[in-house]
């Protein structure tokens, strides 16, 4: 199982390669603040990428879910450093045992903290190359083109995501 925070699904939205969920094992799910974060903000400010992702969710690739009340979520909404989307991203992978995709470090490092695992939106895109489900040229293209449309991936993190995908090919 996977609970998505807003990053990755905003970025493979954008560069429309939300496909690329589909492969995963198990299913994905947004916290309601997630889906109101990125499609219904998003839709009211007319980005199309939050049509991507309303449309996935209508065809059950995505299930909203509720953070709930737990002491994990009382404890992680103590945290100025947290937003709410990511209390409720966090709070969402613990109750369901799931896996956090979530790119922001502080959020990362909380999670580490709580023992929830992470992985980002690049290894969403680099598993799928390393799987099959991708060409490897795809899967550098489709990482170009979300820098292109402003996620960022500092020097030395791309240059390690090209020399792996570039390791899947031999």
């Keep these: 199982m996977w609970v998505f925070d807003a990053t990755p699904l905003i970025y493979l939205a954008k560069v429309d390669r939300l496909h690329l969920v589909s492969t995963l094992e198990g299913q994905c799910y947004l916290p309601q603040q997630i889906h109101s ?26 299930e909203v ?35 956090a995709v979530i790119d922001e470090a502080y959020g990362r490092t909380a999670a580490e903290i709580e023992g929830i695992e992470t992985r980002g939106t690049a290894y969403i895109v680099l598993s799928r190359a390393k799987y099959g489900h991708i060409g490897i040229s795809e899967a ?18 791309y240059t390690k995501l090209v020399r792996k995908l570039e390791s899947f090919d031999q």
């Excluded at 974060?37 to 996935?56: F, K, M, N, P, S």
């Excluded at 002491?71 to 103590?78: A, D, E, F, N, T």
Aim: charged residues 25%; proline residues 3%.
């Design 65 to 99: 879910i509720s953070a709930g009340d737990s002491q994990l979520v009382g404890r992680l909404q103590q945290n100025p450093n947290l937003s709410d989307a990511d209390v409720a991203v966090l709070g969402c992978t613990a109750s369901r045992d799931a896996i």
């Design 37 to 62: 974060e990125v499609v219904t903000t998003g839709l009211e400010e007319g980005y199309t990428d939050a049509r991507r992702v309303e449309q996935c969710i209508d065809t059950g690739l995505f």
């Design 140 to 157: 550098r293209a489709t990482i170009d083109a979300m820098i292109e449309e402003g996620w960022y991936c500092a020097p030395d993190l």
